[in-house]
């Protein structure tokens, strides 16, 4: 099997999480809202809004606050590159990686310039082969053609196999081994005894980065 590694972005190899929960700190203060709207957003995200338009309308609605949710979603999207981190030890793993042979890319849905900002800011550009975001491609995960253009992108294509690391059994997880990689689920506690398919399960995405480093390729 070729040396292909393929990553999911938030909540994989950025704690998106954190971010927002930041984010929501200064929202709330911003907009002078309470406690209350700390609670009812982290909930409204917890529940898996499919899209953050339908947030912000909600949260809008809820506040009557004054500006558009088009507004609102920009200035999201303009902040939250700001606020994502991705751990030095991460950084360091994939640079790991690409010296022994891997080759290495991110493949995340999301709008092209948070997606395209989080990873120039958290300086993860400079340790991957290569990025492909669902919002320049206009196909998601968990859609073969978004993985097999990483691939490409890599110098390789999708026979010769390789691996999908995220914390998502439906476009990481499934879209992955419907590609015919192999995977591993970063299980965050968010789907308890749920099943699934992966080949490997850890909880930290540094745990996936060892397991690559045993491989032969």
């Known amino acids: 099997m070729q040396r292909l590694a393929l990553f999911d972005l938030d909540n994989t190899l950025v704690d998106l ?38 947030f912000f309308a909600k949260v809008r609605e809820r506040f009557t606050l004054p500006d558009g949710v088009e507004e609102l979603w920009d200035r999201y999207r303009r902040r939250m590159p700001g606020l994502v981190r991705c751990r030095p030890q991460v950084l360091d793993g994939l ?8 080759r290495v890319a991110v493949v995340t849905n999301g709008t092209a310039d948070n997606q395209r900002g989080k990873i120039q800011r958290t300086r993860l550009v400079e340790a991957i082969d290569a ?5 320049v491609e206009g196909i998601r995960k968990p859609d073969v053609a978004l993985f097999e253009i990483a691939a490409k992108r890599c110098g390789m294509t999708l026979t010769g196999g390789g691996w999908m690391i995220g914390d998502s059994l439906i476009a990481d997880i499934a879209g992955g081994r419907a590609a015919g990689l192999r995977t591993i689920w970063i299980d965050r506690g968010t789907c308890p005894g749920v099943d699934h398919l992966a080949d490997h399960v850890v909880t930290d995405v540094l745990q996936a980065i060892e397991i690559l480093q045993v491989m032969e390729g």
């Open 17 to 54: 999480d954190e971010a927002f929960r930041t984010w929501v700190g200064e929202f709330t203060e911003e907009h002078g809202l309470g406690s209350e709207a700390v609670d009812f957003m982290v909930t409204l995200d917890r529940g898996g809004i499919p899209h953050r338009e339908l």
């Open 95 to 102: 640079v790991q990686l690409r010296a022994s042979g891997w």
């Open 131 to 135: 990025y492909v975001l669902s919002g």
